[in-house]
T-cell receptor, first 112, second 113 residues
Framework: DGGITQSPKYLFRKEGQNVTLSCEQN?????MYWYRQDPGQGLRLIYY???????QKGDIAEGYSVSREKKESFPLTVTSAQKNPTAFYLC???????????FGPGTRLTVT | GESVGLHLPTLSVQEGDNSIINCAYS??????FIWYKQESGKGPQFIID?????DKRQGQRVTVLLNKTVKHLSLQIAATQPGDSAVYFC????????????FGKGTTLSVSS
């Protein structure tokens, strides 16, 4: 059963703590992405990776970091430098340009 | 800023009606477009896509129209059902963007029975 998994579904953290969101795919896709979605808003690109050991900043990379050590995994760390981290985070993957992106179920992060 | 946007943030229709959701894009170099459906609390799901060498593509109960002259994309849903209630996003891609998509803000479709 191929797809993208994100864990956990809900995550709560105290302000000042770093937190890492997990994203795994078994679709054998080269490219992976992280988006942030705020209530009533569209998706904003945080980081993306087109191949293992390489990644690029998206539109709102400040306060976030990523790694891509394996093809299947693209974890996102929300650091304490991110001023407004509470949001819904979505991970996606795609095989190549010109093909759809497949999305995971999302992680809702709440920082208090 | 964003190069993809939707004309209306909300659309309310009756069950059985046809729905039309619109999207304007500003990057004339975009050559691939996708429509996604997102239900509350879930990740977006692929509905249909279209490449710039086409002006129409049909799926099951859905049709996407692309007008490159005015840089306009629309999604038509036939015989709208309550299960179609969701937020609909268009997204675009160009060669210069690599594999990254640019998403619009979305239109919330509400279907009443």
């Amino acid at each position: 059963d191929g797809g993208i998994t994100q864990s956990p579904k809900y995550l709560f953290r105290k302000e000042g703590q770093n937190v890492t969101l997990s994203c795994e795919q078994n679709l054998n896709h080269d490219a992976m992405y992280w988006y942030r979605q705020d209530p009533g808003q569209g998706l904003r690109l945080i980081y993306y990776s087109q191949i293992v050991n390489d990644f690029q900043k998206g539109d709102i990379a400040e306060g976030y970091s990523v790694s891509r050590e394996k093809k299947e995994s693209f974890p996102l760390t929300v650091t304490s430098a991110q001023k407004n981290p509470t949001a819904f985070y979505l991970c996606a993957s795609s095989a190549r340009r010109g093909l759809e992106q497949y999305f995971g179920p999302g992680t809702r992060l709440t920082v208090t | 800023g964003e190069s993809v946007g939707l004309h209306l943030p909300t659309l309310s229709v009756q069950e059985g009606d046809n729905s039309i959701i619109n999207c304007a894009y500003s990057n004339s170099a975009s050559d691939y477009f996708i429509w996604y459906k997102q239900e509350s609390g879930k990740g977006p799901q692929f509905i249909i896509d279209i490449r710039s060498n086409m002006d129409k593509r049909q799926g099951q109960r859905v049709t996407v129209l692309l007008n490159k002259t005015v840089k306009h994309l629309s999604l038509q849903i036939a015989a709208t059902q309550p299960g179609d209630s969701a937020v609909y996003f268009c997204a675009e891609n160009s060669k210069q963007a690599g594999t990254a998509l640019i998403f619009g803000k979305g239109t919330t479709l509400s279907v009443s029975s």
